[in-house]
Nanobody, 127 residues
Framework: QVQLVESGGGLVQAGNSLRVSCAASGRTLSSYHMGWFRQAPGKEREFVGAISLSGRISYYADSVKGRFTVSRDNAKNTGELQMNSLKPEDTAVYYC????????????????????WGQGTQVTVSS
């Protein structure tokens, strides 16, 4: 069993940056690929980005590509989502999640495939 705890959300003005962290406990993070998702009020949960268990490969949704960066530190059992040039439409609850096994890009973008989830952290971007 793995427990995930996000931190670092908050209120920020458009154009600024924010970093959200995800701390894992219970099992070693290096056994899992890590994904980031978000859910805005009244909308479905959507894929934001993902990083392979080694950290060598990452994928992003088109809406955040070039602005957001996912990273991980397996030695510290943590992952991060660095968000730059934030826009009001980035406002949502952000979640980190873990997925084991052999995967492809399609699998990494599918929230239903992830086994472990954090509780989420609110990110609000004001205009």
């Amino acid at each position: 069993q793995v427990q995930l705890v996000e931190s670092g959300g908050g209120l920020v003005q458009a154009g600024n940056s924010l970093r959200v962290s995800c701390a894992a406990s219970g099992r070693t993070l290096s056994s899992y690929h890590m994904g980031w998702f978000r859910q805005a009020p009244g909308k479905e949960r959507e894929f934001v980005g993902a990083i392979s268990l080694s950290g060598r490969i990452s994928y992003y949704a088109d809406s955040v590509k070039g602005r957001f960066t996912v990273s991980r530190d397996n030695a510290k059992n943590t992952g991060e989502l660095q968000m730059n040039s934030l826009k009001p439409e980035d406002t949502a609850v952000y979640y980190c999640a873990l997925l084991g096994g052999s995967v492809d890009r399609t699998t990494l973008t599918n929230s239903a495939k992830y086994a472990y989830w954090g509780q989420g952290t609110q990110v609000t971007v004001s205009s």
